[in-house]
């Protein structure tokens, strides 16, 4: 009985611990709140402003990040510049020439790494020692990109592998349509290709490696959501509680650890390491960072930043494609004349960058089914002044939105329709009037970023991975037009997108029917 009664107390005494917590951090989170509320109210809101009432805003934001964002668009778009609740703090959100500001501030005022420590819980969720020193930036903006035509060989190598063990395994020996669940199918798809040019074969089919690295990315945005509802005062305790990084680095380093081994015996012995990501990690990893811990870590945070961006966006197109299947003959006679074969063996980077259409319907993709609410996400370190007069207090988050900048009919006629040759219609008259290789046509094409055109930021941040992805992406599409027919389940319908506040992904049950390629 007595023992009873004890962990009855036990239990109230956690209960109330619990509550205590949360109050402190609700009353915390509204002073933070409150603060930064006068440090902006010279910009407008969106809804309700109030200490309390903005989160009635906020709900509505959680519910429907696009209806507020366009709502604030339509109230202030002259003045380039509104607000919206968080849950724990305010965004700002910049239009029109505002956007061109942000792209152009520098780090020491607009900083896109504060914003990522805040909004990702980087500490926590990735990793200190990652910020400390960020080399691998350097190999994104460098290595990686000139070493492309490696890395197509190397991709086109392994697509084929991988529609024999993921799709052709699911096909009927009577060619019947066989349902595909896109979501699951296509981000093991991508993770194993690109890791074919991260750590190479056979680790990059290892079901357990992929699977490390795509939880990673799940562990990650949980993480850092649950972690950014406390105050910054709990954040390191609810961070610690958190933090599944050592015991995720210790099952990547199983994986990886005797590949690293190797490497450097290859090495000691004079010869020639492969030539893919994890080399030029050990290559470039300054001091401090050579452990085989440390270069693990790096490879499963160089996983987070590439694949679930790749892989969303290569779903998103594989719906649209699927169910706007009059794209699919039009795709097929350019990739036909353009590789001029259907052996990926004997593609390279120029054949498929010749691709104009394919170029266009991918970013036409992207441009209406994003990642999300948010591109540019960057924190002021110091006041900042807009070229439109108005300051922003240092501390402040602000992010421009494609959901705003791509639906905006100012840049786009009839914004919300689909044209998959919206961007090679536009390019070749901007060759006609400019000429190739102008700033006029080199603006419509799938890896340029501007203030009209958000999926891969923009400034001196924009994404240093996009021209690999865009190739990964792109390979993979030719396979797949030129040896299968796609559909969706319910003809020309395409699956819903997954919202979630200001994150978007595609659907998670949507299906892509498959058969082995029948028509012309
Ligand atoms: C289709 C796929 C991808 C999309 C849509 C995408 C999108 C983005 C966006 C929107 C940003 C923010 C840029 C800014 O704020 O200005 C970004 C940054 C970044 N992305 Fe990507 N990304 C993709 C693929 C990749 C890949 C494959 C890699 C690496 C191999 C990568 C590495 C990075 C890194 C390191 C940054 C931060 C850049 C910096 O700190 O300067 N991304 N990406």
Not at 327 to 341: A, F, K, P, S
């Amino acid at each position: 009985m007595f023992e009873v009664l004890q962990a009855q107390d036990t239990i109230w005494s956690l209960t109330y611990a619990l509550c205590l917590a949360v109050g402190i951090s609700r009353v915390s989170i509204l002073l933070q709140s409150y603060q930064a509320r006068r440090a902006l109210s010279h910009i407008p809101n969106v809804g309700h402003g109030g200490i309390f009432t903005s989160y009635i805003t906020f709900m509505q934001y959680m519910k429907n990040a696009r209806s507020v964002l366009w709502k604030g668009f339509d109230q202030y778009k002259e003045t380039g510049l509104f607000k919206i609740p968080q849950a724990d703090r305010w965004i700002v959100i910049a239009t029109g020439d505002s956007v061109e500001d942000i792209r152009a501030a520098p780090d020491t005022s607009l900083s896109l790494e504060a914003a990522m420590i805040d909004l990702l819980q980087s500490d926590y969720t990735l990793g200190k020692e990652i910020r400390m020193d960020m080399y691998h930036l350097g190999i994104f903006r460098g290595i990686l990109t000139k070493k492309l035509p490696v890395t197509c060989t190397a991709m086109n190598d392994e697509i084929p592998l991988c529609f024999k063990d993921m799709i052709d395994s699911q096909l009927s020996s009577d060619n019947d349509w066989a349902s595909i669940p896109a979501n699951d199918v296509f981000t093991k798809f991508i993770c194993r290709v690109m890791n074919r040019t991260f750590v190479g074969a056979p680790l990059c089919r290892d079901e357990d490696y992929t699977n490390i690295n795509i939880y990673f990315a799940h562990h990650v945005m949980f993480g850092s959501t649950i972690i950014n509802i406390f105050p910054d005062f709990l954040k390191p305790i609810v961070g610690a509680l958190f933090n599944k990084i050592s015991g995720l680095q210790k099952r990547i380093v199983a994986h990886v650890g005797p590949l690293i081994r190797e490497r450097r015996a290859v090495e000691a012995a004079g010869k020639e390491k492969p030539d893919d990501m994890l080399s030029w990690l050990m290559d470039a990893a300054p001091a401090g960072h050579q452990s085989v811990e440390s270069l693990s870590l790096r490879l499963l945070n160089v996983n987070f930043m590439a694949l679930h961006t790749t892989a969303m966006t290569f779903t998103h197109a594989v719906f649209h494609l699927a169910s706007k299947t009059e794209y699919i003959g039009l795709l097929r006679t350019e990739l036909e004349q353009e590789l001029g074969t259907n052996d990926p063996q004997r593609w390279d980077k120029e054949k498929i960058e010749r691709c104009w259409k394919l170029d266009s319907f991918l970013k036409e993709s992207q441009r209406l089914n994003g990642l999300g609410a948010f591109s540019l996400p960057r924190k002021s370190l110091t006041p900042y002044r807009f070229s439109n007069g108005c300051e922003i207090p240092a501390g402040t988050t602000i992010a421009a939105s494609p959901v705003i900048a791509h639906l905006d009919p100012t840049i786009y006629d009839d914004p919300s329709t689909f044209d998959g040759l919206r961007f090679y219609k536009l390019r070749e008259s901007a060759v006609t009037q400019s000429g190739m290789d102008t700033p006029d046509e080199i603006k419509y094409r799938l890896t340029s970023t501007g203030a009209g055109y958000l999926g891969y930021g923009g400034g001196r941040h924009a994404c240093p991975g996009r021209f690999f992805a865009a190739l990964e992406i792109k390979l993979i599409f030719a396979y797949l037009i030129l040896n299968y027919d796609v559909r969706t389940e319910v003809e020309g319908v395409r699956p819903d997108d997954l919202w979630f506040g200001p994150v978007c992904t595609p659907s998670r049950s949507g299906k892509v029917l498959f058969r082995r390629r029948v028509t012309v």
